[in-house]
């Protein structure tokens, strides 16, 4: 029973302390760990925790007193601990104490086969060596180690808390760099509540990518679910009743009162796609903008995502960068005149990377820039030494305002993009009759809306069915990318193509689940698998076909970002092969002339175009007209239609050369001087390069009745059928497959990539330490010398804090082995020999039996073996103190340099970093250390000698 005041400790987070109960009601009780901060609600009948009882014999401490329990008293259902003279109340014991049952089950007889224990103690090392690493929380994610991604995620990591602008080119990646950042921060601890606010359109993309990529599983929040959660009698405010939130912004400008909610729920993390839709100006903001800046006025975390050209509207980035940090970005007017001033300075730094001569205007600016530094002023005399041209630049970037809150990375500088070839499949106009011709205009039509309405597709007759069909025969080896604008279509086209072609379908839309969509990707994954892929739009979210390289556009989106998307399923870092692209259309329909204007006007077949968006704004509503008009008219208005590309063509150039002219090669060098740029990436390197985790993974899987199967080359089949807890998750549904590797989780979006900070593994991992299982055994070693015995103690060393300081970075919670013999003397490096470990299970020993001289040894080898364990703690909180101060020292040393030239660093960044260092340097210390196993080794002889 629970009653306020008890003391209880988490069996699946012992390094939480003493939890105190709170509250209890009804079926719930709330449990505060008050030295780690952390406030736990529990259903009574599955709670993981175990009640801190101790017993005569035991060190307990709190309130100043430390003395050994004589006698335990309960008075009204709380314990009252005697000893020394002296009484503890139960609820006066440190949070940090420390509770074990490891050497009662060893001296009671009660212990398991050795080779828990192994495993036991190997988790504990494993853990610790995962959550030292920078990947932790990304080791498991579905992503490819793309540099300029790593680049961003390291940088904006570190930062605490993380406030960036994410405004990197179409198809490179922004969503990826968000979903990294957002996992590493609710991994270590930085955040647990995580808002991402979207347009309509994006949210199911978002929910996909942040589940399949980064096993993160959000609430997606609309009306409906406010109102269940209100009848349901949860809490007051139903955006406090899930920790993970997505939310679109069209539901929030519905609802008043759930904006307003939504404002008073508490925040760690914000997150905004498609931030170049907040209008502002300095005489008003649109209501999106102002939900947005109340939200980040209040939430420490900001991250916004942009694809639009700072050249196509500073003022809208400056809008964007007021809400991330509105005291340094205060008036519009001081930063276009700061952002002309770098952009001339970034002509100057592309000089110095080539190491070419500067003009006198050139030496003048950077004479002004520079100003009041003798070392750099001595610099200019020669800026063609490379010494000197390396010096100037860093001082440029170290001082490019933006470049600390906004990463954009171009397609053109990080290069690796294979080539787009449009390759036209045109019907001529005798092959369509009167009929087709009015059902192409009406589903063109139905096409530009939005919502997309429904309409009844039938293609039997369509002569784009022959064209497709054509098609996949010309290329009998190749697999063919077919994505449309919605389910009916796919549909459709399949039932079209049933009885056409012998090559193999799968289909891929929002009807099916989301187990049956990874199915029949995996299925056109397979060499041997389907040869045609039929998506409805939202195959072009974030899915990963680049093993393909022919993608058929059966139609258009009218949006040129719908069309970046669906080419960018293909055209991707790492594509080894060039990219057909096959157009569709008949001559002179409504799509012809759509695709005309994709080829013609913005160039988008055969580029990226970062003025898509700008040039739809233009001319979209024209375009839409003239299509429309141009299918349903006998006499064709061709003029009208070529004035209109001449228009956007001349535009798109137009804008391309601002882009080029006003590129700001500054904030992209930015990021490669940060001195976290390779963190990630190196820790990457690590983790996918070491097959003894694998090898772990398995038998830890297998500690749970999991059977392992290998079905082909990196693909595992975990078989879940003795199964012998139902707490571990991923099963519910039945054998699963997964991968250990990283290229394969790639190829076949439906398996998991298992690492350590997998759900998966880390359910695992944390059953088996939460468990008495392995943490007291008894063996036998022929190895050792006549009539020996030894005690190995693996003591858990825990440093019990605020999870928002990420302690466990320079003190991860890890196992210390102390092996003493009877004498009382340490044996240092000793570790059982592999005969006797293989021959543990084949020997039956009653433990039982040796009861009273295990009662005997046990105590005082426990002692000195504690004693021990002691020292070497000390030793590693001592360097985990190192670590730390070295590492925030020289964090706030280079703030400090950088705050000198850059008004971006602001006092209260550098403020923050000196307030973790205070804290972490007064928490390491108090790093304790608890028994977690124990095992008894005697050689063959000893037993007989009792």
Same mark, same amino acid.
């Given at each position: 029973m629970f009653l306020p005041g008890q003391r209880w400790i988490s069996t699946a987070e012992p390094e939480l302390g003493l939890g105190t109960v709170l509250r209890v009601e009804g079926r719930g009780v709330q449990v505060l760990f008050a030295k780690s901060g952390v406030l736990r609600p529990y259903a009574m009948d599955s709670a993981p925790l175990v009640r801190a009882e101790f017993r005569a014999g035991q060190r307990v401490a709190g309130k100043g007193l430390a003395f050994l329990v004589e006698r335990v008293e309960e008075r009204e259902g709380l314990f009252v601990y005697r000893g020394e003279g002296r009484e503890l109340h139960e609820g006066q014991l440190d949070d940090e104490q420390s509770v074990s049952q490891a050497d009662d089950r060893l001296i009671g007889g009660r212990t398991d086969p050795v080779h828990h224990f192994e495993l036991r103690l190997e988790s504990l090392k494993r853990r610790a060596d995962a959550r030292r690493s920078a990947s932790w929380g990304l080791s498991s994610s579905r992503i490819g180690l793309v540099p300029h991604q790593l680049r961003v995620a390291g940088i904006a990591a570190s930062r605490h808390p993380p406030r960036v602008l994410l405004a990197d080119e179409v198809g490179l990646g922004k969503t990826i760099e968000a979903g990294m950042i957002i996992a590493r921060q609710i991994a270590t601890g930085r955040a647990s509540r995580v808002l991402v606010l979207l347009p309509d359109t994006l949210v199911y993309q978002w929910f996909v990518e942040l589940l399949r990529r980064f096993n993160l599983s959000f609430a997606i929040y609309d009306e409906e679910r406010c109102e269940a959660l209100e009848q349901s009698g949860g809490a007051s405010n139903p955006f406090e009743d899930e920790q993970l939130v997505i939310a679109d912004f069209g539901f929030l400008e519905h609802n008043p009162k759930r904006a307003e909610q939504l404002l008073e729920a508490p925040w760690d993390l914000l997150v905004v796609d498609e931030a170049h839709h907040l209008a502002w100006t300095p005489e008003a903001s649109s209501p999106r903008y102002a939900l947005v800046e109340a939200l980040a006025a209040a939430t420490p975390g900001v991250i916004l995502l942009t694809a639009t050209p700072e050249q196509l509207g500073r003022s809208g980035h400056f809008a964007r960068l007021r809400l991330l940090d509105p005291q340094r970005y205060h008036d519009l007017n001081t930063y276009l005149a700061e952002s002309e001033r770098f952009q001339a300075l970034s002509h100057i730094a592309d000089k110095l990377l080539e190491r070419a001569p500067l003009d006198a205007s050139e030496l003048a600016s950077l004479q002004q820039a520079f100003e009041g530094d003798s070392s750099l002023q001595a610099c200019l005399a020669d800026t063609t030494k490379p010494e000197h041209s390396r010096e100037l630049l860093a001082a440029l970037i170290d001082r490019h305002g933006t470049g600390r809150s906004m990463f954009r990375n171009r397609r053109a500088s990080i290069g690796g993009f294979p080539k787009r070839i449009p390759e036209w499949e045109l019907i001529d106009t005798d092959r369509v009759d009167e009929i087709t011709r009015q059902a192409l205009l009406a589903e063109f039509h139905a096409d530009i809306q939005q919502p997309?309405?429904?309409?009844?597709?039938?293609?039997? /007759?369509?002569?784009?069915?022959?064209?497709?069909? *054509?098609?996949?025969?010309?290329?009998?080896?190749?697999?063919?990318?077919?994505?449309?604008?919605?389910?009916?279509?796919?549909?459709?086209?399949?039932?079209? &193509?049933?009885?056409?072609?012998?090559?193999?379908?799968?289909?891929?839309?929002?009807?099916?689940?989301?187990?049956?969509?990874?199915?029949? *990707?995996?299925?056109?994954?397979?060499?041997?698998?389907?040869?045609?892929?039929? %998506?409805?739009?939202?195959?072009?979210?974030?899915?990963?076909?680049?093993?393909?390289?022919?993608?058929?556009?059966?139609?258009?989106?009218?949006?040129?970002?719908?069309?970046?998307?669906?080419i960018g399923r293909l055209d991707r870092i790492g594509q080894k092969r060039d990219i057909s692209i096959h157009i569709i259309a008949a001559v002179d329909s409504a799509q012809h002339v759509l695709a005309r204007w994709y080829d013609q006007g913005v160039d988008a077949f055969r580029t990226s175009p970062a003025d898509g968006r700008?040039?739809?704004?233009?001319?979209?509503?024209?375009?839409?007209?003239?299509?429309?008009?141009?299918?349903?008219?006998?006499?064709?208005?061709?003029?009208?239609?070529?004035? !209109?590309?001449?228009?956007?063509?001349?535009?798109?150039?137009?804008?391309?050369?601002?882009?080029?002219?006003?590129?700001?090669?500054? !904030?992209?060098?930015?990021?490669?001087?940060?001195?976290?740029?390779?963190? &990630?990436?190196?820790?990457?390197?690590?983790?996918?390069?070491?097959?003894?985790?694998?090898?772990?993974?398995?038998?830890?899987?297998?500690?749970?009745?999991?059977?392992?199967?290998?079905?082909?080359?990196?693909?595992? $089949?975990?078989?879940?059928?003795?199964?012998?807890?139902?707490?571990?998750?991923?099963?519910?549904?039945?054998?699963?497959?997964?991968?250990?590797?990283?290229?394969?989780?790639?190829?076949?979006?439906?398996? =998991?990539?298992?690492?350590?900070?997998?759900?998966?593994?880390?359910?695992?991992?944390?059953?088996?330490?939460?468990?008495?299982?392995?943490?007291?055994?008894?063996?036998?070693?022929?190895?050792?010398? =006549?009539?020996?015995? $030894?005690?190995?103690?693996?003591?858990? !060393?825990? %440093?019990?804090?605020?999870?928002?300081?990420?302690?466990?970075?320079?003190?991860?919670?890890?196992?210390?082995?102390?092996?003493?013999?009877?004498?009382?003397?340490?044996?240092?490096?000793?570790? =059982?020999?592999?005969?006797?470990?293989?021959?543990?299970?084949?020997?039956?020993?009653?433990?039982?039996?040796?009861?009273?001289?295990?009662?005997?040894?046990?105590?005082?080898?426990?002692?000195?073996?504690?004693?021990?364990?002691? &020292?070497?703690?000390?030793?590693?909180?001592?360097?985990?103190?190192?670590?730390?101060?070295?590492?925030?020292?020289?964090?706030?040393?280079?703030?400090?340099?950088?705050?000198?030239?850059?008004?971006?660093?602001?006092?209260?960044?550098?403020?923050?970093?000196?307030?973790?260092?205070?804290?972490?340097? /007064?928490?390491?210390?108090? *790093?304790?250390?608890?028994?977690?196993?124990?095992?008894?080794?005697?050689?063959?002889?000893?037993?007989?000698?009792?």
């Open positions: 997309l309405p429904v309409l009844e597709m039938d293609y039997a /007759n369509d002569p784009r069915i022959d064209t497709l069909v *054509a098609l996949l025969d010309r290329y009998p080896q190749d697999k063919f990318l077919l994505i449309c604008r919605s389910q009916a279509k796919v549909l459709a086209l399949e039932e079209a &193509l049933r009885t056409r072609t012998g090559a193999g379908i799968a289909r891929f839309h929002e009807g099916l689940g989301i187990v049956q969509r990874d199915r029949n *990707a995996a299925y056109f994954a397979q060499p041997d698998g389907a040869r045609l892929l039929i %998506c409805s739009e939202i195959g072009s979210e974030g899915r990963n076909f680049q093993f393909a390289h022919r993608l058929v556009l059966w139609d258009l989106p009218l949006d040129p970002d719908l069309l970046e998307q669906r700008e040039l739809l704004r233009r001319f979209g509503d024209t375009l839409a007209q003239l299509a429309e008009e141009h299918a349903r008219s006998d006499d064709q208005r061709d003029q009208e239609l070529e004035v !209109l590309l001449a228009e956007t063509r001349a535009a798109h150039e137009q804008m391309a050369e601002l882009i080029r002219a006003g590129r700001d090669h500054l !904030l992209e060098l930015a990021a490669s001087r940060d001195p976290h740029t390779d963190e &990630l990436a190196q820790a990457f390197r690590r983790e996918d390069n070491d097959p003894s985790r694998d090898v772990f993974q398995q038998r830890l899987l297998e500690s749970f009745g999991i059977h392992t199967e290998e079905l082909s080359a990196n693909v595992l $089949l975990l078989d879940p059928q003795y199964l012998s807890t139902d707490a571990l998750p991923g099963f519910a549904e039945g054998p699963v497959s997964v991968t250990f590797s990283r290229d394969t989780a790639l190829a076949r979006e439906d398996l =998991p990539l298992l690492r350590l900070d997998h759900p998966m593994m880390a359910s695992a991992i944390d059953l088996t330490l939460s468990s008495e299982r392995g943490n007291a055994a008894f063996m036998v070693d022929d190895g050792l010398p =006549p009539r020996s015995a $030894l005690l190995q103690a693996v003591y858990v !060393l825990e %440093c019990v804090a605020d999870r928002s300081l990420d302690a466990e970075r320079f003190l991860p919670t890890q196992p210390i082995v102390a092996t003493i013999d009877t004498k009382l003397v340490e044996r240092e490096n000793f570790q =059982p020999s592999e005969p006797a470990l293989r021959r543990a299970g084949e020997r039956n020993i009653e433990v039982p039996r040796y009861r009273k001289f295990l009662n005997k040894l046990v105590p005082p080898m426990l002692e000195k073996a504690e004693a021990i364990a002691a &020292l070497r703690a000390q030793g590693s909180i001592a360097d985990a103190i190192t670590d730390a101060r070295e590492t925030l020292d020289a964090e706030i040393a280079r703030l400090h340099a950088l705050r000198a030239v850059n008004p971006s660093i602001s006092e209260s960044e550098i403020a923050s970093v000196e307030e973790e260092r205070s804290a972490l340097l /007064n928490t390491l210390p108090q *790093a304790r250390l608890r028994l977690d196993a124990v095992r008894f080794v005697v050689s063959p002889d000893f037993l007989a000698l009792r």
